[in-house]
């Protein structure tokens, strides 16, 4: 990390197996297509992770089926016009578009703001069930967290749920 920087992180998204095995050079070719942006690559779900049924727990069934997670990087240093800035969150977005063509899917902690579509990408099938649990234990939906289990009964600003607009 450069000092006196601010760095926006897009944690998305895991590799799936599949396309690693059967067609590793597009998987490749999209790994190395991130012009400014640095991005990492963590080796996961491996071992114990892939043994577990996908169904167990509301992580992201996909992660089942995992070989790794990308991590992408965008910065701008303290100080930056805000067209600096900008640019490097319009980049960010773009490259979060390249990563969905492997595979959509990602862990929450690992969350980026721009995800269009955060069920399928942070929850997968798993989403229907988890609101269920959660409208069980938090009826009124007080409860909510940006791109959460619940989120979608909110404004976008998260200040009001829709329902009472």
């Not at 998987?27 to 779900?45: E, K, N, P, R, Y």
Request: net charge negative; hydrophobic share 40%.
């Amino acid at each position: 990390m450069v000092p006196d920087s601010f760095l926006t992180r897009d944690g998305r998204n895991v590799i799936p197996r599949e396309p690693a095995e059967t067609n590793p050079g597009k998987v490749a070719d999209v790994l190395l297509s991130f012009g400014d942006a640095t991005i990492t690559i963590g080796f996961t779900a491996c071992g114990a992770v892939s043994k577990v049924a996908p169904d167990s727990a509301g992580v992201h069934p996909d992660w089942r089926r995992a070989v790794g997670l990308a991590f992408i990087w965008e910065g701008w240093t303290e100080g930056d016009p805000v067209t600096v800035i900008r640019d490097a969150k319009t980049r960010l977005i773009a490259d979060i578009d390249k990563l969905a063509t492997l595979g959509s899917a990602t862990y929450f902690n690992e969350a980026s703001l721009y995800e269009k579509d955060f069920k399928a990408v942070f929850f997968g099938r798993h989403y229907s069930k988890l609101k269920k649990i959660k409208n069980n234990y938090d009826p009124r939906g007080l409860f909510v967290v940006a791109s959460g289990v619940g989120s979608d009964d909110w404004e976008v600003a998260g200040e009001c749920l829709l329902t009472l607009q």
